[in-house]
């Protein structure tokens, strides 16, 4: 059955950058775009960035610049790397397989001031 396990989130410092990583199985990784949205405590789900198998990448505005998400079809993994983290990037990060819309439990970003 399809996973999605995220990790590498934690509690930083505004200015620093974490790394989250997402390991999927279950699918055909390579052939699939992948995804990565968050939730802010009381606030909707919202997306920060994707990956199509092509490597095409997209960004919602309030990340560009600062995140930058990649994959590795050998090791089935996608990534987000995250710099200059400021408060409102604290939420909960998912990580999502666009093909049959799964989502992943989750890993929390903290950042503080």
């Known amino acids: 059955q399809v996973q999605l396990v995220e990790s590498g989130g934690g509690s930083v410092q505004a200015g620093g950058s974490l790394r989250l990583s997402c390991v999927a199985s279950?699918?055909?990784?390579?052939?699939?775009?992948m995804g990565w949205f968050r939730q802010a405590p009381g606030k909707q789900r919202e997306f920060v960035a994707s990956?199509?198998?092509?490597?095409?990448?997209n960004y919602a505005n309030s990340v560009k610049g600062r995140f930058s998400i990649s994959r590795d079809n050998a090791k089935n993994t996608v990534y987000l790397q995250m710099n200059s983290l400021k408060p409102e990037d604290t939420a909960v990060y998912y990580c999502r397989y666009y093909g049959q819309d799964y989502w992943g439990k989750g890993t929390l970003v903290t950042v503080s001031s």
């Open positions: 990956i199509l198998s092509g490597f095409t990448t």
């Open positions: 279950g699918f055909i990784f390579s052939k699939n775009a």
